[in-house]
């Protein structure tokens, strides 16, 4: 069973940096896609950004050039680097995992990622 416990969520001014992490437990890191959602008060949760067991990434255009995420295969943690926060990249993160064979990002479904943390709170303030 895949465990995901997310971290690093503050409180930030606008224009700052935070680095989320996810420690992952219980599977093979080169079999999964991870990805980063989040969903922000009264929206719908939304995909950011995915990374696949080659390091191969991918953003959403509201994140991209700001955000950056990475992966420490050694110690099964997912990094997501925020920098140049806005107020509206206030929201709970979440980490995800989907098997795929070859740890290829197949989807960006967020109903095709069995695997979630709880999420991590992030607010930004203008």
């Known amino acids: 069973q895949v465990h995901l416990v997310e971290s690093g969520g503050a409180s930030v001014q606008a224009g700052g940096s935070l680095r989320l992490s996810c420690a992952a437990s219980?599977?093979?890191?080169?079999?999964?896609?991870m990805g980063w959602f989040r969903q922000a008060p009264g929206k719908e949760r939304e995909a950011i950004s995915f990374i696949d067991s080659q390091g191969v990434n991918s953003y959403a255009d509201s994140v991209k050039g700001r955000f950056n995420i990475s992966q420490d295969k050694d110690k099964n943690t997912l990094y997501l680097q925020m920098n140049s926060v806005k107020p509206e990249d206030t929201a709970m993160y979440y980490c995800?995992?989907?098997?795929?064979?070859?740890?290829?990002?197949?989807?960006?479904?967020?109903?095709?990622?069995?695997?979630w943390g709880k999420g991590t709170s992030v607010t930004v303030s203008s």
């Open positions: 219980g599977y093979t890191s080169g079999s999964y896609c």
């Open positions: 995800a995992a989907l098997w795929s064979d070859g740890g290829y990002c197949l989807s960006n479904d967020m109903e095709d990622f069995k695997y």
